[in-house]
């Protein structure tokens, strides 16, 4: 026996007890028993010692275990590698790993040498596999190394492949592991040496990197479309407002050529509109600015005489009344003889009755005064509204003399919408140059590279010689299949 076989799993339980397993090295070993007493344990057990990511062992197993150990022999030399099974029931990364030869399984997990974490004990498994002279390679695209985790479907069967019509191996039907074990399959067939290991690997990442700087090419490419197209467009923009006149060379120019050319019409400067008849329409314009003042005063003074028309009107109230109370004097005749109120007989002169002939002697003046000095705001506000129709008429003629002297110049008025559309349409040229990002040239020199040398390990690993490598191995399994069928129970026929 030259190759690496497991002997023993060991399963080390809380209470200081220790299961062993043993395999036939130099054989098959078939395990059989009823369901639900362990066999599919085993399988995860190995695995779970193989530096699997999971834990995937039963309950039952895990509940009452704290370590799991394999020994592994080439005939020479042997291994130990163990693994601690977490209280959780996640995956542990306490590992084991003893290699000399004379190891055996200790009958404690206490005594389990060589602790490591996960990537360290792999390392020195791969190692002894000769997996690590595989993977030390300065090819960058090795990407699909061959790792221990890859043994695992050429060591055992469980009972869904053995039962499967479909599935050839263990872990096949697995999508993520499936694409690594069938990379992996012409190593360990013996179909490929180590030198077209690596250059396969070398040609799947080659491929990958055909693929993306293809990928980049396409993207330039189509950048590269849409920048031109996107120039000339600005450039038809500019032909229709007279910004810029169209030519061959437009067509011939190269990305950095329209861009430099883009660049110069924003250089564009505006263009002053002269009117004419301008000294004209800045006087009336002027006027009209006075005779708007204007208005607006003589508005304000009609609104000040109006609210002052409400003050005047409680005024002519009061005045109506004391009017009426001066009115009283025509009911009184005064004489020294006579009372002014009853007209009874005096036997003398009344001073009483010179009094009330003095008080309605001043009514009667204070009312001449009152219909004197009574104001009068009817007149004003009059006077007002004629003034401010005036002025309205005058400002009405000035702005229609001003609109006419401007549609005169028909000259100026299309300069002037000339001068708004070139503003537009700089306006998307300079935004577009702002904004328009810029994507690297491609690199044509890498692309031919990769190709030169996919085509020189396609020649030299060619299809037909590897189908020949693979037909052997296949052959060499069927060798092996029969004469393993013919030591089972019962015999081959």
Request: charged residues 25%; aromatic residues 8%; proline residues 2%.
């Amino acid at each position: 026996m030259s190759r690496w076989n497991i002997s023993h799993l060991a399963f080390y339980s809380k209470n200081n007890l220790c299961r062993t397993i043993e395999f036939n090295v130099n054989g098959v070993t078939i395990i059989t028993g009823a369901s639900n007493t362990g066999k599919s344990a085993i399988i995860s057990a190995i695995d779970y010692c193989l530096g699997s990511s999971t834990c995937n062992i039963p309950a039952f197993v895990s509940a009452r275990v704290t370590h799991i150990a394999t020994r592994w022999s080439d005939g020479t030399t042997a291994f130990i590698a163990a693994r601690e099974l977490s209280k959780t029931g996640k995956a542990s990364g306490n590992m084991y790993f003893e290699y000399g030869s004379d190891v055996e399984l200790p009958e404690l997990a206490a005594a389990l040498r060589g602790a490591g974490n996960i990537e360290e004990v792999k390392g020195l498994m791969e190692n002894l596999f000769g997996f690590k002279e595989v993977n030390e390679t300065d090819n960058p695209f090795n990407t699909n190394k061959i790792s221990i985790r890859q043994i695992t479907p050429f060591m055992y069967l469980d009972k869904n492949v053995i039962i499967s019509d479909t599935t050839l191996m263990y872990g096949l039907n697995d999508s993520n592991a499936s694409k690594r074990i069938i990379d992996s399959l012409p190593y360990f067939l013996g179909a490929i040496d180590l030198d077209e290991l690596d250059a396969m690997n070398r040609l799947r990442g080659l491929k990958k990197g055909v693929e993306n700087e293809e990928r980049k090419k396409t993207l330039f490419e189509q950048h590269q479309v849409e920048l031109l197209e996107k120039c000339r467009s600005l450039f038809a923009e500019a032909s229709q407002v007279g910004l810029y006149r169209m030519n061959d060379e437009l067509n011939a120019a190269s990305k950095e050529q329209l861009i430099d050319k883009l660049k110069n019409l924003t250089n564009w400067e505006y263009k002053v509109v002269n009117f004419e008849n301008e000294d004209t329409v800045k006087a009336l314009q002027e006027k009209k600015t006075s005779e708007l003042n204007q208005l607006n005063a003589l508005r304000r003074r009609k609104t000040a005489a109006l609210q002052l028309n409400t003050t005047t009107s409680e005024y002519d109230s009061a005045v109506d009344k004391q009017i009426s109370k001066l009115d009283l004097g025509k009911f009184f005749q005064h004489t020294e003889e006579k009372c002014p109120v009853c007209s009874s007989d005096f036997a003398e002169p009344n001073e009483l009755s010179r009094l009330i002939e003095k008080s309605i002697t001043e009514l009667k003046r204070e009312k001449a005064v009152v219909k004197q000095h009574r104001p009068s705001i009817t007149g004003f506000v009059k006077e007002l509204d004629a003034h401010i129709e005036i002025l309205q008429t005058s400002i009405n003629k000035t702005d229609g003399n001003i609109r006419n002297l401007i549609k005169e110049s028909a000259i100026a008025q299309q300069q002037l919408v000339l001068n708004q559309s070139i503003t537009r349409v700089i306006g998307r040229i300079s935004y577009f140059l702002d904004n328009h990002t810029s994507v690297d040239v491609f690199d044509q020199k890498k692309l031919n590279e990769y190709n030169q040398d996919i085509n020189q390990i396609t020649l030299k690993y060619g299809k037909s010689q590897k189908e020949e490598r693979i037909a052997l191995a296949e052959r060499k399994i069927s060798i092996y299949a029969t004469a393993n069928l013919k030591d089972l129970l019962g015999g081959y026929r």
